[in-house]
């Protein structure tokens, strides 16, 4: 922690920078801020006015720019750190919510069961990924003929219906199975 008070255009006491000391060291101890540096400026504004700037600089927080001003020079400091210390706060609770949110959805790696066992598998079919994204529009009985006259066992289709997407299944005994997992929700009124 680095701390640096001074005064332009006036002297600054030392019960001034004794409390600016406190409170700073508060703010570090509350918070865990373990390197920061602070900047804090007393100016005199006209007669009777006093101003007071803290410039907060952490790794973690940043760069934090306060200003505050009253009758009195240690009222304007006292104003200025609690500004400083809400400022924090905020900030702290953002970085420990994200913390609790990245922990929280942190994704397990899946370890294959090949990998596990040491056997060594001769038997593994190849698999082939046929990627074609244009998916046509068709009726029920415009897919079926489609999966009749190709060599396919799998078709997707968006519905002409309903526009949902749906799936025609060859099985290996030639009986095919359509699969509509919209189905006719919006039909049904209730």
Do not use: C
Not at 170 to 185: A, C, K, L, Y
């Amino acid at each position: 922690m680095s701390l640096t008070v001074r005064g332009i255009k006036i002297n600054t006491g030392e019960t001034f920078k004794q409390k600016a000391q406190r409170g700073i060291e508060k703010i570090g101890k509350q918070f865990v801020v373990q390197n920061f540096n602070v900047d804090i400026t007393l100016r005199k504004i006209k007669s009777k006015f006093f101003g007071v700037k803290i410039l907060f600089k952490s790794k973690d927080y940043g760069v934090i720019n306060v200003k505050s001003s009253d009758n009195s020079a240690m009222y304007a400091l006292s104003s200025s750190i609690t500004k400083i210390e809400k400022i924090i706060r905020r900030l702290h609770r953002k970085i420990i919510s994200n913390k609790r949110h990245t922990q929280k959805h942190d994704h397990i790696d899946y370890i294959n069961e090949l990998e596990k066992n040491d056997k060594i598998y001769t038997d593994n079919t190849l698999i082939v990924a046929n990627m074609n994204y244009k998916i046509e529009n068709l009726s029920v009985a415009e897919a079926s003929n489609k999966l009749i006259n190709s060599n396919r066992n799998i078709l997707m289709f968006r519905n002409a219906a309903h526009l949902g997407l749906n799936l025609l299944h060859r099985h290996t005994n030639g009986t095919i199975e359509w699969i509509d997992p919209r189905g006719t929700r919006e039909a049904i009124k209730l």
